[in-house]
């Protein structure tokens, strides 16, 4: 678990700054809980049906988000068991900090919303 009392808001604006930790968190808040590494490889894979596809984001997750999202307090990783789920600091989080709203353009079409 956590010990941090307060966000380090560099630490969580590095963590925002990504499409996938923002997925991850995204996901954790829906599922309400603790997952698996395999859950959550599942969910951020192209396709969730594709033992490569989910064996790279796997990689990603031990490698880079993970670690991440865990120094920033935002998650609590255990790799011992395999699983993940999000801190009460990830309630923090200005509303709509992890997920990507639609945009409405000129046209008043709605787009995805691309971020770096």
């Known amino acids: 678990m956590s ?7 560099s630490s969580v604006f590095d963590c925002l700054a990504n499409d996938e ?6 996901f954790l808040v829906d ?19 594709d033992d490569t596809a989910v064996g790279r984001a796997r990689v990603q997750l031990h490698h880079v ?3 991440k999202l865990n120094a ?6 255990s790799r011992d068991q395999g699983t993940v789920r999000e801190t009460t600091l990830a309630y923090q989080l200005p509303v709509g900090a992890i997920t990507t709203a639609p945009v409405t353009t000129a046209q008043g ?4 919303q691309v971020s770096d």
């Open 72 to 77: 920033a307090g935002l998650i609590v990783w």
């Open 109 to 112: 079409t709605e787009t995805q």
């Open 31 to 49: 599922e309400d809980g603790q997952v698996t590494i395999d859950d959550v490889a599942g969910h951020l894979a192209v396709d969730g049906d």
């Open 21 to 26: 930790r923002r997925a991850i968190l995204s």
């Open 3 to 9: 010990k941090r009392e307060t966000l380090n808001w």
């Open 65 to 67: 988000h993970l670690p």
